[in-house]
């Protein structure tokens, strides 16, 4: 029923009309009139005041709900941020690896044609102890007089190996530092993303806690203003989806592919750090939908944020990013992101016990839109 359901809302936002059998439309009821909506409005004033106790019961237990939320979110994503740190952490590690790697062998071959400078002068120079020494050689005073000793002795080709070598294993020694750097770089990255996923899990329990009992409360004030609610509204809901539908915010190719396959995702449950093909989280799911154009997103509100030029809320096109918080220089701040379908619609993974939806771009925490590229 979910998925019939989300098929339903897909083909309605694409092309306000599906075929269920034998053509019928979607939309089985015609599209009342205007005169029909002030008619029924008209019946409907003696209910206005159960209406107004109703939602304002409804509207603060939906506040808390989203406080709820929006917190969950925000762990969600500090965790998302961690893991594609750790990413970056791990590709310098075996970049440092790689160039320490590279610098043990130059010094090896280094080491080795020292070795057979000192073969080949064993047999008519008895300067082989001097050779030996300078190989084991910790340096001082003394080891420095010795050290010149040997390279007058040996002449200028024979010190070029030497010399050599000692900058080979040099480098090699500072490439060691580098990477010792980058694997501690590494484990305090992969620590903090253990961190963060246990302050995810924490905040997503708390809130599944709390939320069966706000939910409990709020199903039944839904009941009240559902009760209460004026045929008059029912009616001008049914009018404004069907010329909603009728036509839908232009965008670039890339922004209307991008938001036609989030469409086919309705339904889905959301998962908080998932990234499909069955679950996602918010930032999980704007990126799969611009993959499929080829743009490549992190998994992460944080960098999102920066994907592509900011977009004046009253230009907004199909396929750009919704992004909602609060802006500082903390993009942790941003906390949840959804995608632009039109008319004033997103479609959006919104939070744990949920599924990928569409629902109005307008709320407290809006922030800007991005234009992905």
């Not at 102890?129 to 000793?149: C, K, N, T, Y």
């Not at 990126?287 to 004046?312: C, F, I, K, N, Y």
Request: aromatic letters at 4%.
């Amino acid at each position: 029923m979910r998925a019939f359901r989300a098929g339903l809302l897909v083909c309605v936002l694409l092309a306000g009309l599906c075929p269920l059998n034998a053509g019928a439309p979607v939309l089985a009821d015609p599209m009342p009139s205007a005169k029909d909506v002030k008619k029924a409005r008209e019946t409907a004033r003696a209910r206005s005041k159960e209406l107004g106790v109703a939602s304002a019961g409804l509207a603060v237990a939906q506040s808390r709900l989203d406080e709820l939320a929006a917190a969950v979110e925000r762990q969600v994503e500090a965790y998302n941020g961690e893991l594609v740190r750790l990413r970056q952490a791990e590709q310098s590690y075996a970049q440092a690896q790689a160039r320490q790697a590279a610098a043990d062998a130059e010094a090896e071959r280094a080491r080795q044609a020292v070795a057979l400078l000192a073969a080949q002068s064993y047999g008519g120079m008895t300067a082989m102890g001097p050779l030996v020494g300078m190989l084991i050689d910790e340096g001082g005073v003394d080891g420095f007089l010795h050290r010149a000793s040997v390279l007058g002795q040996l002449g200028a080709e024979r010190a070029q190996i030497l010399r050599r070598m000692r900058d080979a294993q040099e480098v090699a020694a500072i490439l060691r530092t580098q990477a010792q750097n980058a694997y501690d770089a590494r484990q305090a990255a992969s620590e903090r993303a253990r961190r963060a996923k246990l302050a995810a899990e924490a905040a997503v329990a708390r809130q599944r806690r709390e939320t069966r009992t706000l939910r409990v409360e709020r199903r039944q004030l839904q009941h009240r203003v559902n009760a209460a609610r004026s045929h008059a509204e029912l009616l001008a809901r049914r009018r404004a989806l069907a010329l909603s539908a009728a036509g839908l915010a232009a965008g670039s190719a890339g922004g209307n592919l991008a938001a036609n396959w989030a469409l086919t995702q309705l339904g889905k449950p959301y998962v908080w750090a998932a990234a499909g093909p069955d679950t996602y989280d918010c930032s999980g799911l704007v990126m799969r939908a611009w993959e499929q154009v080829g743009v490549r997103l992190d998994h992460w509100t944080g960098t999102q944020w920066t994907s592509g030029p900011h977009v004046p809320l009253d230009q907004l096109r199909r396929g750009d990013l919704l992004f909602f918080g609060r802006i500082t220089d903390d993009p942790g701040t941003i906390h949840h992101v959804g995608i632009y379908v039109g008319q004033g619609q997103m479609v959006h993974a919104p939070q744990t016990g949920d599924v990928v939806r569409v629902a109005p771009i307008w709320r407290g925490d809006l922030v800007g839109a991005t234009r992905p590229r």
